[in-house]
């Protein structure tokens, strides 16, 4: 009789494990699937251009002087990798720009900041599409100016994406 009674307390405390490991599982399942569909994720603002690749950045050049911005260096990392060999690696070149002004403005709110800089925006290719993308400054600090600043920022570079892929 006392074996029946551990052996159905065992079976059901079996039960309620399995119940909490199988909701885990599932719980982690969705939220990562969903994450992958999502094509701006954190702190990356990604949007895809209906233009060839070459017109992106020829677009992208554009933007970026629209806001007042200069180009202060590209990176071909695509290019250079299919100079080594690899001929059909997709194209990737990253853009990197600055505005004087505001890096004055963000380096007088915390000279840390300096590791934010210089604004980079990638156009890439992959599979059948031409990707814009860039890194949005972190708008969860202690600091309400550098809150405001981060947010101008990330509103500038936002609107440059979206002028790019218009």
């Not at 993308?133 to 920022?153: D, H, P, R, W």
């Amino acid at each position: 009789m006392l074996f029946c009674i551990l052996d159905k307390q065992y079976n059901r405390t079996m039960h309620i494990n399995m119940f909490i490991k199988q909701t885990i599982l599932l719980s982690f399942l969705l939220l990562t699937g969903c994450a992958a569909n999502n094509l701006s994720t954190g702190r990356i603002y990604q949007k895809i251009s209906d233009y060839t690749f070459e017109d992106t950045l020829m677009n992208l050049d554009i933007a970026i002087a629209e806001h007042n911005y200069r180009i202060i260096h590209r990176s071909n990392i695509g290019q250079a990798i299919r100079e080594r060999g690899d001929d059909d690696f997709p194209l990737s070149t990253i853009t990197s720009f600055c505005n004087i002004s505001y890096a004055k403005e963000m380096m007088l709110i915390n000279p840390d900041l300096i590791n934010d800089m210089p604004c980079n925006i990638a156009v890439r290719e992959q599979g059948d599409h031409v990707l814009v993308s860039s890194q949005l400054m972190n708008e969860n600090t202690g600091s309400v100016e550098q809150q405001t600043f981060a947010k101008k920022i990330n509103n500038n570079l936002i609107n440059i994406i979206e002028a790019t892929v218009e």
